[in-house]
């Protein structure tokens, strides 16, 4: 059985995942937002981290909002959670 590390990182608009990839050259890690595979990928030059995970949620928030795709990202603020949309924290009292 093969074992592979994701990342997963939870921003205050959605969930970001960095699954690794080793067939695609120049890149590491493909991104998936809220379980949704995009077209966002990670440079072989980085490392998953919370920064990047929260550019990437700024981009799709951006895109998903019908924005320019750096709205968020040049303003460095976090996109609205959309309404009906429940944010889940682990250890959270329900």
Known sequence: MDVTQVWK??????????FPVADVPGYSHKVVIDGK??????????????KSAVFFARVFAALRDGLPKYH?????????????????VAGADA
């Open 37 to 50: 595979a995009g077209s966002f990928w990670l440079s072989s030059k980085e490392r998953p981290n919370k």
């Open 9 to 18: 990182f939870v921003t205050p608009c959605c969930c970001v995942e960095f």
């Open 72 to 88: 968020y990202v040049d303003r460095r603020e976090d996109p609205p959670v959309l309404a009906g949309v429940q944010q889940v």
